[in-house]
């Protein structure tokens, strides 16, 4: 019996599912996805990008969610899933309210590249305002940020 290596759309239709019901939902889909090696990258460079291990991924990945729900209780993970070839394009905004009452809505898109099934690289596009802001919510939560 073979089993089929599910491509970029059906990949986006996990993701899309996820993000409707919650942010951990979604980070676990993502997660679930994740080859053992895989590439990070940010535009503008951030310092922890390159090569990572998937483990490091999940427990981060599994962490930053729950800091930022923490943070702001009524944290939201929102936006449109769509596929371009073999990637899957996420546009999706990070928004809530913060501790001091501050209103925050930060949109990340995202690609994510599907090689035999599973994600090989991510690419976020992220100004310095977003990463400031972002930084700000997690460490307000007690996330600390990886550096290398």
Known sequence: MSSTIPTAQDIAAELREAAASS????????????????EVAHEPALPLDGVIDRAFL??????EIAAFQRAMPDFKYEGEVSTDGDDV????????????????AVTVPTTYTIKDGEIARIKAEVDADAVTTLTKVLTS???EIPQE
């Open 23 to 38: 942010p951990a939902a979604m980070s676990s889909a993502i997660s679930a996805r994740f080859a053992e090696k895989v």
């Open 89 to 104: 394009l996420a546009l999706m905004t990070m928004s809530g309210t913060a501790s001091d009452g501050t209103a925050i």
């Open 58 to 63: 999940i427990q981060s990945g599994t962490a």
């Open 141 to 143: 939560a007690g996330f």
